[in-house]
């Protein structure tokens, strides 16, 4: 499977974005869905996970509360609703796609290319 995310900007402090993950290749609805990010000179680091069907999802404590992980089957797409955004959140956003629902980067097979969220004080 082949992923592509999107989505992407710069925003305020307090404002929102929408990520978007496209899948081709295969059906997305095999795969357990994951948001992953990385900001400059850190680890790549679990934001939110959600399962096949979307009926479970699981969420870092940094983000609980603010960020919302969905998805369209029926679209191949899964989705990131960030809200209330906050400088720290400034990363590159990466969406991945695994057999195994997991926190854990090193579960995720498959890897989109990253999109650049930007948070201004």
């Known amino acids: 499977v082949q992923l592509q995310a999107s989505g992407g900007g710069l925003v305020e402090a307090g404002g929102s974005l929408r990520l978007s993950c496209a899948a081709s290749g295969r059906t997305l609805s095999i795969y357990v869905m994951g948001w992953f990010r990385q900001a400059p000179g850190k680890e790549r680091e679990f934001v939110g996970v959600?399962?096949?069907?979307?009926?479970?999802?699981a969420y870092a404590d940094s983000v609980k509360g603010r960020f919302t992980i969905s998805r369209d089957n029926a679209k191949n797409t899964v989705y990131l609703q960030m809200n209330s955004l906050k400088p720290e959140d400034t990363a590159v956003y990466y969406c991945?796609?695994?057999?195994?629902?997991?926190?854990?980067?090193?579960?995720?097979?498959?890897w989109g290319q990253g999109t650049l969220v930007t948070v201004s004080s």
């Open positions: 959600i399962s096949r069907i979307g009926l479970s999802t």
């Open positions: 991945a796609a695994s057999y195994d629902y997991s926190r854990s980067r090193d579960n995720y097979n498959h």
